[in-house]
């Protein structure tokens, strides 16, 4: 059982923020569950292999918001294939004591354990952090609370949409990171994005103290190393990798090469 950790996990995500050695941390999503469980632990150790300073561990859901083709169709064949919450807590546990672990997981999810459950069993897991994207922070107040009780991170987001007033009120809400979406859309990769980094990261940075990690179509080393240079303290890349893992004759051996890419890409 857990107990009273508090900031455990933001501690803990702080560090891989501070101690990454490059330009900005590194941050791979990985699906759990696909294309089945065994192989998606098999990516998560090639991940941190490769060069992950922390991983974002995505529950499979039947209707995603955020989540563009790729990640959809790969949480359908995590679904498909028997994952469950309770499989993708056991991932997690194999996987945390190598890097801290992030899980993003729909708030229905979430609820149905209810908040102070949801927050022990992550902890009990060896997770640090807990991202809802479909969560306002106006409906956080019993999740908050009961993430710090069990020492785990509750990371909101922002969208190059949010107006200020609202974006300073997340900001210091912010456990952890803040997440910042680069674009108006759902996660995929995209061909260009460089324009936008510099505004989006500056205005994210301006309204927190925790660092600022820019995801959604970031999916080359070039772009992760654009991230950076716009300010960004670490970088997202998901579709790019789940896509790797659904087309490569061995998934894991595929995913630390792409991984370690990226990661020469932040080197200074």
């Known amino acids: 059982m857990s107990t009273t950790t508090t900031n455990a ?69 995590a679904l498909a294939a028997g994952s469950t919450v309770d499989a993708v807590l056991r ?6 004591p190598r890097v801290p672990v992030v899980l993003m997981c729909y708030a229905q999810l979430v609820l149905a354990r209810g908040a102070d459950a949801f927050a022990r069993q992550l902890a009990d897991a060896g997770g640090s952090g807990l991202i809802v994207p479909d969560l306002p922070m106006e409906e956080a107040a019993a999740l908050l609370p009961a993430c710090e009780e069990h020492g785990i991170a509750l990371v909101p987001l922002v969208a190059p949409t949010t107006p200020d007033e609202r974006l300073g009120r997340i900001g210091a809400e912010a456990r952890g990171f803040l997440y910042t979406v680069s674009v108006v859309g759902t996660t995929g990769e995209r061909a260009a994005l460089a324009d936008q980094f510099g505004s989006i990261v500056a205005r994210a940075k301006a309204a927190t103290d925790v660092p600022v990690a820019l995801g959604f179509g970031i999916a080359t080393p070039e772009q992760a190393r654009q991230a950076a240079d716009a300010g960004a303290d670490g970088v997202i890349v998901g579709s790019r990798l789940v896509r790797e893992a659904g087309e490569a004759a061995d998934p894991a051996a595929a995913v630390r090469a792409v991984v370690r890419g990226l990661a020469d890409g932040l080197e200074h």
């Open 9 to 77: 996990g933001a501690e803990r995500i702080a560090a891989a923020f501070r101690e990454h050695g490059r330009r900005a941390a590194l941050m791979p999503y990985l699906m759990a569950g696909f294309p089945d469980d065994a192989t998606a632990r098999a990516i998560g150790q090639a991940y941190a292999d490769g060069g992950a300073d922390l991983v974002e561990l995505g529950v499979p859901f039947s209707d995603p918001l955020a989540d563009g083709p790729v990640i959809h169709e790969a949480g359908t064949r």
């Open 91 to 96: 991932q997690c546990e194999a996987l945390a």
